[in-house]
């Protein structure tokens, strides 16, 4: 028979052989850990059938790490039950981003001093190079199994599965219940690089009303040394935790009197503003106007948006006598009444870019909330921009050029984007998603975009692009959306007078660039490590007299920069100077002008940037330029 290798080859085989035969001929045995067949992942001793599409995976391929990580769950499973609890009741163990982990029922409440001995037990299992036999059994053989053995929430599982057959996994002694894929057997595990994380409660089926489980959290990587570098890559994220950083440099107050909300206090406020002021400026070039719509809105146009029928749950509903109106989580409508004022429009009008920084409110569970990265309350970097279908692709250009220039002032260069397609809750019929998906597929394609596609995550009236952003520690951050609507015009009936002189009706583009911008300046606490470049600072410039006698001069350089435009802060404390770079240091504040009698005598100032051991020297009448080049610098890395 024959089979068809990745890049389309054609491979000549024996009958009944599998994957791993096919790896062998094609001398990569000692790397296949995994394949795919016909485009789904299983594992490599799966026999092949006539014309099978095979492409074996190394760990290289994000899905071996996947299938590594849910093989080394199925190890943790097996050394808990031979170290700990043999009675242990088990409930799932897959694999989740950067690692695993099992929930199950045991008798002891495990704690994280616990870990290392079910680690040791996990590296002898590993060494036995124990194979992962799958085998296909009836569902009634599988209950009776699984019964006898106390198995509840496996024998639940089951009883859900719709088929005649399930299939288990062997591993030594022990048998799960498992879909797989596994790798081959443990020899493919890195015993060096497994390492248990943490112990945390789970509901069975996350539902409060089920059983409380003990979830134990893992991670393996293909050596030892990444998962070193992943572990120094969590402390690190730990010491910038913007929740930490964000209380400490007096950017923001989280209350319990209102959840999911924040109080902006002055350092956060000020670098909220900026990054307002600076996305205004961006757009503008790119003829976007600014408007602002009302919070609370009636029921009625929810109803007409769709909103009411695919979003309520999200949504606050505030209800009077005789009137229910719910607070925007979404602009989009109060755009499109926008649209609807002034002159009937024509093509000449397009594209209209309407964008606004729209407070939104969305009712999001209080398990949910993070920081100021998952909020209740919010201020999306909004536009929608009314086109005809003609003009999305050069739109698509358009913003993709904005989002950018606006990423890369922030430092973010290395940007992955999603291509998200027709949801299962969605409005609009099938005819209106197949062109929307297609022009936002052209569009991405005559962008030169390179994505990856993400199924059924679209918006309920469109398919979507998001992009993500890398951060220096490496980890993924999505904040823009671009998503194309033909749905939300047609349900509010609104249109433009065309070349032909009849009436249609316009395509809208719903775009974020940073998102949230709470979530946003969370993102840049955590990427700055709290050191807002310059121009971005709260504060950017102290000057700090070294002695009573320097106090005067150093309020008159004060007062000078103030002027000038840069946030200043005069710092005249009777203190040592060591003591006072210190503290304003921990504040990150990027430059300290020291002001002492030699600077007064020459007329001169002393700066120190954050971060440096050195001392400047600035002649008085150069100072304006010397922080203008710095501002200008500070703007692009
Ligand atoms: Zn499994
Ligand atoms: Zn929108």
Redesign the pocket.
């Known amino acids: 028979m024959i089979v068809y290798l990745k890049g389309g080859e054609e491979l000549e085989i024996a009958n009944g052989s599998s994957a791993y035969d096919v790896a062998c001929k094609i001398g990569i045995q000692k790397k296949a850990v995994a394949t795919k067949i016909n485009g789904t992942t299983t594992d490599l001793n799966t026999t092949l059938t006539d014309k099978d599409t095979v492409t074996l995976l190394t760990y290289q391929d994000a899905e071996a790490l996947e299938v590594l990580r849910h093989s080394t769950a199925h190890v943790m499973a097996k050394a808990i039950l031979d170290c700990i609890d043999k009675d242990a009741k088990l409930a799932i163990g897959p694999a989740i981003e950067n690692g695993f982990y099992y929930d199950m029922m045991l008798s002891k409440t495990l704690t994280t001093e616990d870990l290392p001995k079910i680690e040791a037990k996990m590296k002898e299992i590993v060494k036995q190079d124990l194979q992962f036999e799958k085998a296909s059994i009836s569902k009634a053989e599988a209950l009776e199994y699984f019964k006898s053995r106390g198995q509840k929430y496996k024998v639940e599982l089951i009883e859900g599965i719709d088929a005649e057959t399930v299939s288990i996994y062997k591993l030594g002694d022990f048998v799960d219940l498992c879909r797989g894929p596994h790798v081959p057997s443990t020899r493919y595990i890195p015993a060096e690089a497994i390492k248990l994380t943490s112990v945390a409660g789970a509901y069975w089926r996350g539902d409060s009303k089920n059983d409380m489980l003990q979830r134990i959290y893992g991670t393996v990587f293909t050596t030892k040394k990444e998962t070193e570098a992943y572990f120094r890559m969590l402390e690190e994220a730990q010491a910038r935790d913007h929740r930490k950083l964000g209380v400490e440099l007096g950017i923001f107050h989280l209350d319990e009197v209102a959840p999911g909300n924040v109080f902006w206090l002055k350092n956060g406020t000020i670098i909220f503003n900026l990054i307002k002021e600076y996305i205004t400026k961006v757009i503008r070039k790119h003829n976007y106007f600014v408007v602002q719509t009302p919070q609370l809105m009636n029921k009625s146009l929810w109803e007409t948006s769709g909103h009411w029928a695919k979003f309520k749950e999200n949504m606050f509903i505030v209800e009077d006598d005789e009137t229910t109106m719910a607070i925007k989580p979404?602009?989009?409508p109060g755009?499109i009444i926008c649209y609807q004022t002034g002159a009937v429009k024509s093509y000449r009008d397009m594209p209209i870019r309407m964008a606004e920084f729209g407070l939104c409110h969305r009712n999001e569970s209080s398990g949910s909330l993070h920081g100021v990265m998952r909020l209740r309350a919010f201020m999306q970097d909004?536009a929608?921009v009314f086109c005809t279908p003609e003009q999305i692709v050069s739109e698509t250009i358009d913003i993709c050029s904005i989002l950018k220039e606006i990423y890369a002032t922030f430092g973010f260069t290395d940007i992955k984007v999603k291509f998200s397609d027709r949801p299962e809750k969605r409005v609009g019929s099938d005819e209106v998603w197949d062109l929307a998906e297609k022009s936002l597929t052209d569009a991405a394609n005559q962008a030169g975009l390179n994505y990856t596609l993400n199924k059924g995550e679209g918006a309920f009236y469109g398919p979507k692009l998001e992009f993500v952003l890398k951060d220096c520690l490496g980890r993924d951050w999505q904040c823009g959306t671009l998503?194309v609507?033909f749905n939300?015009p047609q349900r509010f009936g609104i249109h433009y007078i065309d070349k032909d002189s009849e009436r249609k009706t316009p395509v809208?583009i719903?775009r974020a660039i940073v998102g949230s911008i709470e979530r946003f300046i969370g993102i840049l606490i955590e990427h700055y490590a709290g050191k807002f470049p310059f121009w971005l600072a709260p504060t950017q410039i102290v000057v700090a007299s070294v002695t009573d006698e320097s106090a005067e001069y150093a309020q008159k350089i004060a007062n000078f920069l103030d002027e000038t435009g840069y946030r200043v802060e005069l710092d005249t404390a009777n203190e040592k100077i060591n003591y006072k770079i210190r503290q304003h240091s921990l504040m990150k504040v990027p430059a300290i002008v020291i002001i002492g009698s030699k600077e007064v005598m020459e007329k001169n100032i002393s700066v120190r940037m954050l971060g440096s051991d050195k001392t400047e020297t600035i002649p008085m009448d150069k100072m304006t330029e010397y922080f203008k080049e710095i501002e200008c610098k500070s703007h692009t890395n």
């Open positions: 979404m602009n989009c755009h909004d929608h998503q609507d939300l809208m719903h």
